[in-house]
């Protein structure tokens, strides 16, 4: 029993079965757009969680990523010709070469100097996307043509849930190999100490700048399934608030858990949604919730119950 | 040379605002090594409690100075129930607790205020005043002056006063500080409550010229923040200057690039700044502990 439950793979498992037993009690279609939704956050947040939880490196604009992946989805189809699965690959490549790109200057800076590094990038991307209206949209964004694989036409909210899940569910099994790799304790090396790290031989400019692509390609892939799935985008997808969230979700949720990313990503997707009454608290709640549990439940809460129980 | 003239003015008065906001940033981040993201939303505050008191029916010098004070409070309250309880935590969580209470601050501010621009009357009225070709409003140059006047005050606060001293010291090294008897909480407290003043104050200052609302915060927050960035950060002079640079840069930019990109102008220069000269133009070179 101990055995399951400390093998690397038991996250994995346990969610699986959370997305296999969730159709049970989901009463309606809306139910099952919401919980992709909540799959396409937990993606990008298992990326950040890798960048920031393990390899323990910040980043404020990831939000640009998923508006590069969201945006290719659209322009590809509609200004360029290309089918809608090339350009759902083609962005995540293009996420990856802008984050090579641009990973290995900003990746010599540290702590709150990289913060704002990031923060700058997102937010250029943002405005980028916002002006270039002729391809674009501008601030008014442009529609998405649905994704269309051998023919068939992908909608349905039921079917969207079982992909966005299994992508998920891919991406997280692959982020927990990754972490139990060599590679995975040299990036939680370098997060101890990266001056150790080196000593030790670890190449850790390289390290950093890998985990960096990789996790843009994950917000990337995250980005164009919100965009298919919405089927409209617009600029804020790669806004300032949309970083933060992305950060919100994954410090919520406990920094380097995977399960913790699809928690605090159910939270935060499912917090206007339950506040649709009291549409305007909706900011201060957020800014509540992000204090308290950044002062009161510093590890997240995946990790604070984990050790709770424990103990117990 | 009337377009230069006219530019530099828009960019110096806008600059100001810039400086006094990075000037918040770099008090804050001297006394307790926090980035302060919620130092725009005092701009903020500053301009739309004067605003919404004076739609009260309370005059407007009275409502300034009542705002100045309700920011005060908010400075402290962020500093006692946020800031405080996290102490110790890495650079990484303090910025993000900052960030969520910048967000609260601006829901807080959506709900008691209201979403629309509001403006206020001007100190000093009248037409521009035309100097070689270019005009410039009064308003102008009392925010200018507000400006140079808050930055003297603060010199003397800080350079004559034993208060000041205290903050010099806090800022210096804590555990010193506090083995020869200063309360460091309560200097680090006093430090958010001048940085929330002056931040009201420019908030209040620039209202009658760039009107105001409850969403301004943010990215006043993060152009400060960049104009810190450029002087320096840890350094008011180069806090000052890093202000009125940007301000200058953007409205050159806005003028002779592109208006579309303006915003985009303060996020470059972070970027550039960070990777050709990470220290800023009077930073001091950082050391890393290993």
Redesign the interface.
Known sequence: MRALLNHRLFPALAMSAVVVLLPLVLPSAYYYRVAALVFVFALAAVGLNLL?GFAGQ?S?GHAGFMGIGAYAVAIGPTHLGVPSWLAFVGGAGLSALVAFAVGR??L??????L???T???G??LA??FS?EARFTGGPDGMAVPRLAVFGFSVRGAQVWYWITAASFLIGAVLALNLIESPSGRALRAIHD?E?AARVLGVDVARTKLAVFVVSAVYASVAGSYFALLNGHITPDVSG??RS?EL??MV?LGGLGSVAGSLVGAALLVMLPQTLTSLH????????????SV???L?AGIVPTLARALRRA | MPELLQFAFSGLTVGAVYALVALGFTLIYNSCDVINFAQGEFVMLGGMTTVFLGLAGVPLPLAACLAVVVTIAVGLALHRFAIEPARGSGAVVLIIITIGASIFLRGAAQVVFDKRFHSLPPVVGGDAIRIAGAAILPQSLVVLAGAVVILVLLWGFIERTIIGKAMVATAANELAARLVGIDTRATVGLSFAISAAIGAVAGILIAPITLTSYDIGTLLALKGFAAAMLGGIGSAVGAVVGGLLLGLLEAFAAGFVSSQYKDAVAFLIILIVLLAMPRGLFGRAPVERV
């Open positions: 920031m910040v404020l200057p900003i010599r800076l540290k702590g709150h100097y913060a704002v590094a923060l700058g990038f937010l250029l405005i980028a002006n100490s001056v300032f608030l933060i950060v919100a410090v305007d608290y909706e900011h201060m709640a957020l800014g509540l919730i992000i204090m950044m002062i009161f510093r």
